[in-house]
Nanobody, 124 residues
């Protein structure tokens, strides 16, 4: 059974940085893509960033472009999200997702597996 475990969340001041990790286990196949989504209190889940496992094409939401960087470690089946210049509006629970489907990696439809989430809080 595939499991995704996020780590690296926490409390940081505005302008600071955090690095999230998402480790996949129980995999016997290659993913099509892995992605990060977030959900703030009272808001819907939104796409943050994603990476195609083959080729490494990356995708970003406009709100994080230039501040966040998504990357992967193929051997460890781990995805990372380097978050710089954090803003209070980045506060949310961040979820890792992985999928084998061919839908756009910027949509939830591309993903079959989801992690439990990690809290990121940015203070002003």
């Amino acid at each position: 059974q595939v499991q995704l475990v996020e780590s690296g969340g926490g409390l940081v001041q505005a302008g600071g940085s955090l690095r999230l990790s998402c480790a996949a286990s129980g995999c016997t196949f290659s993913f099509y893509a892995m992605g990060w989504f977030r959900q703030a209190p009272g808001k819907e889940r939104e796409f943050v960033a994603a990476i195609r496992w083959s080729g490494g094409t990356t995708y970003y939401a406009d709100s994080v472009q230039g501040r966040f960087t998504v990357s992967r470690d193929n051997a460890k089946i781990t995805m990372f999200l380097q978050m710089n210049s954090l803003k209070p509006e980045d506060t949310a629970v961040y979820y890792c997702a992985a999928g084998r489907r061919g839908a756009s990696p910027m949509t939830g439809a591309a993903y079959d597996y989801w992690g439990q989430g990690t809290q990121v809080t940015v203070s002003s």
